[in-house]
């Protein structure tokens, strides 16, 4: 089963704008993790939030973490179109020992 | 610094036939993963190394995938027989601990007709 569900499933944006997803997930964490992946690739980490911590920044991007509503979310400000790939969230589970969960994705377009 | 590496990129095979992937993880990485990506779903754990012995293979059909990593290092996994529904993208990891980033390969995606 997935632990975490992204939302949207997929969203288009012109570039310039900002793109926000969300993810939802349903037992307590160690930390949160976001990935991207672009068509045909293997995935890229993008930053890592603990349990602890409720904002975290790195370069375009900036994500959030609200552990009392089991959720989290990703804001990339002024996309690119190079920005265009699937964006995963994936828990870490307390007592699971790095072994991550992975939700569905949201699919990400940027239009140039 | 060379990435998680894997082979072969891509496989097509039939239905009930054997099929093995091979993954070289990022030097010094005492952990490796290997998992599943089925079309339009996030990649799922089929199982966790630690050095040369599992740490978890819970989500692993162990009635025809198996998968070791002798010397810990490099590691397979085999599918024997396919099913169709093994058609997916098989992405192996490696992280240098247990706690740590996980980077992944580009993964070898198979399709099984």
């Known amino acids: 089963s997935q632990q975490g569900e992204e939302d949207p499933q997929a969203l288009s944006i012109q570039e310039g704008e900002n793109a926000t997803m969300n993810c939802s997930y349903k037992t307590s964490i160690n930390n949160l993790q976001w990935y991207r992946q672009n068509s045909g690739r293997g995935l890229v980490h993008l930053i890592l939030?603990?349990?602890?911590?409720r904002e975290k920044h790195s370069g375009r991007l900036r994500v959030t973490l609200d552990t009392s509503k089991k959720s989290s979310s990703l804001l990339i400000t002024a996309s690119r179109a190079a920005d265009t790939a699937s964006y995963f969230c994936?828990?870490?589970?307390?007592?699971?020992?790095?072994?991550?969960?992975f939700g569905g994705g949201t699919r990400l377009m940027v239009k140039p | 610094e060379a990435g998680v590496a894997q082979s072969p990129r891509y496989k097509i095979i039939e239905k009930r036939q054997s099929v093995a992937f091979w993954c070289n993880p990022i030097s010094g990485h005492a952990t490796l993963y290997w998992y599943q990506q089925i079309l339009g779903q996030g990649p799922k754990l089929l199982i966790q190394?630690?050095?040369?012995?599992?740490?978890?293979d819970s989500q692993l059909p162990k009635d025809r995938f198996s998968a070791e990593r002798l010397k810990g290092v490099d590691s397979t996994l085999k599918i024997q027989p396919a099913k169709l529904e093994d058609s997916a993208v098989y992405l192996c990891?490696?992280?240098?601990?247990?706690?740590?980033?996980?980077?992944f390969g580009p993964g070898t995606r198979l399709l099984v007709l």
């Open positions: 994936a828990t870490d589970a307390q007592n699971a020992g790095n072994m991550l969960t």
């Open positions: 190394f630690q050095n040369n012995g599992v740490v978890d």
């Open positions: 990891a490696s992280s240098l601990e247990r706690l740590e980033t996980q980077y």
């Open positions: 939030i603990r349990s602890n911590e």
